[in-house]
């Protein structure tokens, strides 16, 4: 556990410090390209690195105010804008583990999560008060804010008014960043503990082996509540210093207009089967894109192959999950096979096992197990569960 993501924080900053807050490595690039554009929405109004990170700074001054101690939970269940960016940036920098939910949970399905997480402060949205306030007062939340998609609620509005956090909190590569709960589709759902020295070295990792570069754009059309949306494309462009054109929701028309002025797009294979449903969809619409990208999901062949002869790009797949971030990727050049997800990423030992854990290397069939700093630390409160995750030699079961 003591060298994850220690070498992300020595790549980055040539030498040991003392802190491994996961902002930290982005802080540098806020500071470097203050006055870059960092999130550009489809219609071209632009919010800088300088402002996401003054903003970050006033919402975790908001949130310490509140009551929320580093270490504390906060759960977030609010839209896609800046201002949940600017959110995300502010429980990282404050030392308090970001917790993400989907948006199309219902208040019977917060409330679990609520009572699960123990939060310091819930956020949700203005127009859904009269329905999750009462959830947060039966689970006994310290706190809650209101954030809507535009800029407003109390949250918003608090951070207008108060001195900004000053720094960045102090936190070891073990500590809790974020937690994000899986589905539950084998019982109820667990929050899966991911760590800043986890997250860091994975952030890393893609950064380096997708070739980011600079003049990269990133267009984003992905939600912003699970590890896809909210790390993998997000950190690899704050790591580029990148401008990310930043669409509130998946649009095959605002997608092929505004894939002109990107270099990459990250999305899953509905996203692809949408684009090659639309016949005026084809090469003139990807001159610029240097890389295109999807996971979340198995991609068939037959899209695969499509996509490839209508635009001549060849799609990158990658596969990993929530406990893993990304666990291997396909290079971004040369030969690329569909259905195939490519090479473990630095750091990341990968093996095919069966039931008895016994390494499979004859090609029959077996199960993926990972071990590597890209881990996340445990289940919440499950302490049985994330050991039965594990093998005695310390691999991770993904299922």
């Known amino acids: 556990m003591d060298r994850r993501g220690h070498s992300a924080w020595e790549r980055h900053h040539g030498e040991h410090t003392l802190s491994h807050n996961i902002y930290e490595l982005f802080a540098t690039k806020f500071g470097e390209h203050r006055d870059d554009p960092f999130l550009t929405n489809p219609d071209g109004e632009s919010v800088t690195y300088g402002q996401i990170d003054r903003r970050s700074a006033a919402m975790a001054a908001v949130l ?4 929320a101690q580093p270490g504390d939970r906060v759960v977030v269940q609010v839209d896609k804008s800046v201002d949940a960016v600017a959110l995300y940036f502010a429980c990282l920098r404050g030392g308090f583990v970001y917790v993400p939910l989907n948006t199309a949970y219902t208040a019977d399905e917060i409330g679990f999560f609520l009572g699960d997480a ?5 956020v949700y949205p203005p127009d859904l008060a009269a329905k999750l306030k009462p959830v947060a007062d039966i ?3 310290k706190r809650t804010f209101t954030l809507s998609h535009n800029g407003g609620g109390t949250l918003a509005e608090t951070a207008s008014q108060v001195t900004a956090l000053g720094g960045v ?9 974020c937690m994000l709960y899986t589905s539950g589709t084998t019982g109820r759902p667990k929050g899966a503990m991911l760590t800043h020295g986890s997250m860091a070295t994975n952030a890393v990792a893609l950064h380096h082996i997708w070739r980011f570069r600079p003049g990269d754009v990133l267009l984003h059309t992905l939600p912003i509540f699970h590890v896809h949306g909210l790390f993998v494309a997000l950190h690899c462009a704050i790591l580029n210093a990148s401008e990310v054109i930043f669409c509130d929701r998946f649009d095959v028309g ?6 002109k002025a990107a270099t990459v797009y990250m999305g899953v294979p509905t996203h692809y089967v949408r684009l090659l449903n639309d016949p005026d969809f084809g090469p003139q619409d990807c001159q610029t894109i240097r890389m295109f990208t999807s996971g979340s999901a198995p ?3 037959v899209v695969f192959d499509e996509f490839t002869e209508r635009t001549g790009h060849v799609i990158c797949e990658r596969y990993g999950m929530t406990e893993c971030g990304i666990i291997s990727s396909n290079p971004p050049e040369g030969q690329r096979v569909a259905g195939t997800v490519g090479y473990a990423l630095p750091e990341m030992e990968l093996r095919v096992a069966d039931d008895k854990d016994q390494v499979v290397d004859n090609g029959d069939v077996g199960q993926v197990q990972v071990m590597g700093p890209h881990l996340f ?13 594990f093998t005695a030699d310390g691999f991770f079961r993904t299922g």
């Open 64 to 67: 310490a105010d509140g009551g």
């Open 118 to 122: 123990e939060p310091a402060v819930f």
């Open 139 to 141: 689970a006994n939340v």
């Open 169 to 177: 909190v102090e936190r070891s590569a073990e500590a809790v960043a």
């Open 254 to 259: 605002t997608v092929r207009s505004n894939l």
């Open 299 to 301: 991609m068939t062949e």
């Open 377 to 389: 630390s445990g289940y919440w409160l499950l302490p049985d569960k994330t050991s039965e995750s």
